[in-house]
């Protein structure tokens, strides 16, 4: 059976499109029929036209998974989760979320995925083709739920995992906003009072001669530099953004420069915070999901933004290898704090290494919300600071020759 794509007309000619399972286009016409549907235009979708031409699915290739939002993925493995539970074949819930689906990217998704699950292939084989939608924790966590017999419970786990991993996104991207939209107003009210204000009260001082007080010439200066390399500045900065992008994709460039951005102040212990947090709740998961400790470490490893700190903890899980504890391997990096290290080493003597793994999550988790509040605290009164005393300066250099001039016409 595959999955096809269409547009029909209804009985008003009104076009729909969507997406649907059929063994044939001939047997999906029928079906387009039966609904009262006219069908215009039926295509395989990409995944099945890769597959019978025997080209690699590649995720560059598959339109509909670039599109999927870790909203999306939680919404749908919760769903997946509680049809699980309810002892439904794999094949049936697939089906049944793919029929409640509304969005067309989605819908496809899942159907593509039913179709490999209905060839025989494992549900977590089904998701690797969609690395997009489907990270490697996703799917190591969905093959561990396979083999234990307990998927309803793993996909429930996947789904918080989710949802919380959405919410400190969220979290960092709202803390971001008040800062850099106070950041572009400064910028562009500074902007403002130098390329027009500035000239136009300059030019009454110049057409009277006036000698005018160094303060209001380094204005003068200021303005003129604005107005004549502004754009250029711009224009420079933009290139300058493009080229450290290309450099960062190499991999000696990159590590460098996120061993250096955890040394930042502020932003360092926030970066670090987000990704020992991201860390220690994957692995606690996999854990609790019955995959081995070392693998565990590796795709936790994978699952973080910060180079450096990858490849830290790899060479932690070969101490592990070797025979080293959990905590001493963590140790070596230098990368997590003393009090998560403590908890750890807890849950290792105690054998209760999840529960202290996600309590070690948690903590470093209300670590990264009192330093974004800290950091967005000293920001904010910083900016308005600064922006105070560079339109005082401006106003400074305007009334004085005004003042001068005035006490030559009092005189």
């Not at 959990?326 to 140790?331: G, H, N, S, T």
Request: glycine share 6%.
């Amino acid at each position: 059976m595959g999955v096809y794509t269409y547009e029909a007309l209804d009985n008003k000619g009104q076009k729909k499109k969507g997406v649907l399972e059929a063994d044939s286009p001939r047997q999906l016409r029928q079906k387009l029929r039966a609904d009262g549907l006219a069908a215009v235009a039926i295509n395989e979708a990409e995944e099945q036209q890769q597959k019978s031409s025997g080209e690699t699915t590649t995720p560059r290739k598959s339109l509909f998974v670039r599109r999927v939002s870790d909203s999306e993925v939680a919404l749908v493995t919760r769903q997946l989760a509680t049809l699980v539970a309810a002892g439904i074949p794999l094949e049936e819930c697939l089906r049944a979320l793919a029929q409640q689906i509304q969005k067309p990217h989605l819908k496809s998704l899942i159907s593509s995925v039913r179709s490999r699950v209905l060839e025989g292939q494992t549900l977590a084989d089904s998701m690797a083709a969609y690395p997009r939608a489907f990270d490697t924790l996703y799917r190591a966590m969905v093959a561990a739920g396979e083999k234990s017999s307990h998927l309803d419970t793993v996909l429930e786990r996947l789904a918080d995992y989710t949802e919380h991993r959405q919410k400190i996104k969220g979290q960092l991207m709202q803390a971001m906003i008040y800062p850099v939209i106070l950041t572009l107003v400064a910028i562009g009210v500074v902007t403002a009072l130098l390329t027009t204000v500035v000239p136009t009260v300059i030019e009454q001082f110049a057409y009277m001669g006036q000698k005018l007080p160094a303060m209001t010439q380094w204005l003068i200066a200021i303005s003129d530099f604005t107005r004549n390399y502004g754009l250029h500045i711009v224009v420079s900065i933009l290139i300058l953004l493009v080229i450290r992008q290309r450099m960062l994709k190499k991999t000696a460039i990159r590590i460098r420069h996120d061993r250096l951005m955890l040394k930042a102040p502020v932003a360092g212990n926030v970066f670090s915070s987000i990704d020992c947090s991201r860390f220690a709740r994957t692995l606690s998961i996999l854990t609790s999901s019955a995959v081995p400790l070392l693998e565990g470490m590796k795709i936790s490893a994978n699952v973080l933004t910060n180079t450096h700190m990858r490849d830290a903890l790899k060479q932690a899980a070969d101490l592990v290898r070797e025979g080293a504890s959990l905590w001493r391997a963590l140790e070596q990096t230098q990368l997590f704090s003393p009090m998560m290290l403590h908890m750890i080493a807890s849950g290792e003597k105690s054998g209760e290494l999840t529960a202290m793994l996600s309590r070690a999550a948690d903590n470093q988790d209300q670590q990264f919300e009192s330093q974004v509040n800290i950091a967005l605290g000293v920001f904010g009164p910083l900016l308005i600071v600064l922006m105070a005393g560079v339109v005082l300066f401006i106003v400074m250099a305007i009334l004085t020759p005004m003042l001068d001039l005035n006490s030559m016409v009092a005189g």
